[in-house]
Nanobody
């Protein structure tokens, strides 16, 4: 089993930045692809970013503002979010794809999920 714990969320003004972290425990996630998803109130969960097991491949829903990275030695994945907008307000979830080290934008391909961290962007 893998436990994922997100941190780094909070309240920020539009245009500001936040860095989310996702710490994994239970087993190494170095062979797993990892992803970030988010869910706003009343909306479906949506893809944000994904990174391959090596970190060499990434994919984004909105390239240019967000950057996903990982430190396999620390079993941690990060999401750097810049130029935040009020529409980025959501609960952000970290997810692990144990079946593959390849990136995926599909939430159903991830089998471990964290509890989420709230990000609120004020206008």
């Amino acid at each position: 089993q893998v436990q994922l714990v997100e941190s780094g969320g909070g309240l920020v003004q539009a245009g500001g930045s936040l860095r989310l972290s996702c710490a994994a425990s239970g087993r190494t996630t170095s062979t797993y692809a990892m992803g970030w998803f988010r869910q706003a109130p009343g909306a479906d969960r949506e893809f944000v970013a994904t990174i391959s097991k090596s970190g060499r491949s990434t994919s984004y829903a909105d390239s240019g503002r967000f950057t996903i990275s990982r430190d396999n030695a620390k079993n941690t994945v990060y999401l750097q979010m810049n130029r935040l907008k009020p529409e980025d307000t959501a609960v952000y979830y970290c997810a692990a794809r144990s079946s593959s080290g390849l990136v995926s934008r599909r939430d159903y391909e991830y089998d471990y999920w964290g509890q989420g961290t709230q990000v609120t962007v004020s206008s």
